[in-house]
C-alpha cells in the first residue's frame, strides 16, 4: 500500500500491468525465475509475496 501512495498514476499502470502478467495463470513466471536466482528462495512464497504486492496497489488506488 504504501508504494501506491509514492507512485505516480502512471507508475501504477505499469506495475499493475507487470504484475497481472506474472501472476497470472498463463504467465512464464519470468520475473520469479529471476528473483530466485541469487537468493534459490522458495517460487511459492515469492509467487504470495507478488499477489500481495498486487493486492496493495489495487487496493489504494481503484
Known amino acids: ?3 501506491s501512495k509514492i507512485c505516480t498514476n502512471q507508475t501504477i499502470e ?14 512464464d513466471f519470468n520475473l520469479i525465475r529471476d ?13 504470495y ?3 500481495k504486492l498486487k ?3 489495487y487496493y489504494q488506488r481503484k
Open 1 to 3: 500500500k504504501e508504494m
Open 14 to 27: 505499469y506495475l499493475r500491468k507487470i504484475i497481472d502478467e506474472e501472476t497470472s495463470k498463463n504467465s
Open 35 to 47: 528473483m530466485l536466482l541469487p537468493k534459490r528462495d522458495d517460487f511459492n512464497r515469492i509467487l
Open 49 to 51: 509475496l507478488l499477489k
Open 55 to 57: 493486492e496493495g496497489i
